[in-house]
């Protein structure tokens, strides 16, 4: 069942996306070399530059999907930390910054929850063109019937992997931010020409003469006229940001997945195991968020969303602001909870309010309480924190 924060928040649907259903476990070989197939479902936590949860689906026409909450690692550096996020990931440019070849490029660290491939949204609006015509004092009205069709250009590509000649498992996947500024801008895209019309115009003319005697004279002329339509099209432009993730590893078949994620941050290994279904952890939590001084509790409902991946739906509030999206609960005691929080008050439904993007990732054990997960929370602009959680589910 969605949670009521989803539902109210569209804007933030990025987030809360639906994983798959079913768990299909590891074949043995694949056509492309001699090494291990990773096919099926992987339960994977991620550590080096930076930290996080996530759930990999490997297919067998060589594309994976991926769904995952991420924290990056506090930079070495004083540039201050910046996250943008509007339904997907944020971004934390405070990472190195140097030209040498022997270092990273610059970048932007994406935080938030990334869930892929996401496809293109596209609809066709039916219309109606009324043209009407007059012939004397009869009116005659026609119904053109036409369509515009809206896209939705929001997709973010599946991964692709495979074998090199080694035989090692190779790959790549597009970390995609959420939007931080929006550019409207309207253009004439199709003329439609409905051809030509006859429009039938009385002109009556009255002659008077010298004697006062009137002579009334009727003409009629047929107006032809030339019905087209302009449709214009309405293009929403967005800034985004992307990581672009190349890996390297290995696969054990029905037992463990290990890659060597190359992020513009630097090396991140992810290790993975075969998912198994844990205690149900739907019901009321709490949280203890501490920043700059400040104590913060919170109170979140977790909803179930996919039992068989550990994955729920998140919807709560803390003093001053409601959130909500979801959280992924690892066999290898890591959870995480990627969310947006929306200011009370707020009108959500404009492009102009900056969208608040939360990654909260840390260590949970069996009796679902969990004490010094780390978070970031951003907005675009130069006030990011950094933060330490400690809660759990509530008795």
């Not at 993007?357 to 130069?382: C, E, L, M």
Request: aromatic share 10%; proline share 5%; glycine share 12%.
């Amino acid at each position: 069942m969605q949670s009521k924060f989803a539902k109210k928040y569209t804007r933030c649907a990025a987030l809360l996306g639906l994983a798959g259903a079913g768990l299909l476990l590891a074949g043995a070989q694949s056509a492309r070399g001699q090494g291990a197939s990773p096919v099926g479902f992987w339960d994977v936590v991620q550590s080096g530059a930076r930290t996080g949860v996530a759930s990999m689906n490997f297919s067998n026409d060589f594309t994976f999907s991926m769904d995952e909450i991420i924290v990056p690692n506090q930079p070495h550096s004083n540039i201050q930390n910046v996250g943008r996020d509007g339904g997907g990931t944020g971004r934390n440019p405070g990472s190195d910054q140097g030209g040498s070849t022997n270092t990273l490029p610059p970048h932007s660290d994406l935080f938030g929850g990334e869930i892929f491939p996401v496809q293109n949204i596209t609809n066709i609006l039916p219309q109606v063109l009324v043209q009407m015509t007059t012939n004397l004092d009869v009116v005659d009205v026609t119904n053109i019937p036409y369509s515009t069709t809206n896209i939705f250009f929001a997709g973010v590509p599946a991964g692709e992997w495979g074998f090199n000649t080694a035989g090692k498992l190779i790959g790549f996947f597009t970390e995609v931010s959420g939007p931080s500024a929006y550019i409207t801008n309207v253009v004439a895209s199709v003329t439609n020409d409905y051809g030509f019309f006859n429009n039938l115009i009385a002109v009556t003319n009255i002659s008077i003469d010298a004697g006062g005697n009137s002579t009334t004279n009727v003409s009629a002329t047929n107006l032809v006229l030339h019905l087209t339509n302009v449709v214009y099209t309405t293009n929403i432009t967005v800034d985004r940001l992307t990581n672009q993730i190349s890996f390297t590893g290995k696969a054990v078949p029905g037992q463990r997945l290990t890659l060597d994620f190359q992020t513009p941050a630097g090396e991140v290994i992810a290790r993975g195991v075969v998912p198994t279904p844990l205690a149900n952890a739907a019901g009321q939590w709490y949280g203890r968020k501490k920043n700059q001084g400040l104590t913060f509790y919170e109170f979140f409902n977790v909803s179930t969303n996919n039992p068989l991946i550990n994955r729920y739906f998140v919807d709560g509030s803390g003093p001053g602001y409601a959130f909500g999206g979801h959280m992924l609960i690892s066999r290898q005691k890591r959870f995480g909870i990627g969310s947006t929080v929306i200011t009370l008050g707020q009108d959500v439904g404009s492009l102009d309010q900056p969208v608040v993007v939360r990654a909260i990732v840390g260590p949970i054990n069996s009796q679902r309480t969990f004490s010094g997960a780390k978070g970031i929370q951003g907005t675009g602009a130069a006030d990011d924190l950094r933060f330490n959680y400690n809660g759990g589910k509530s008795p």
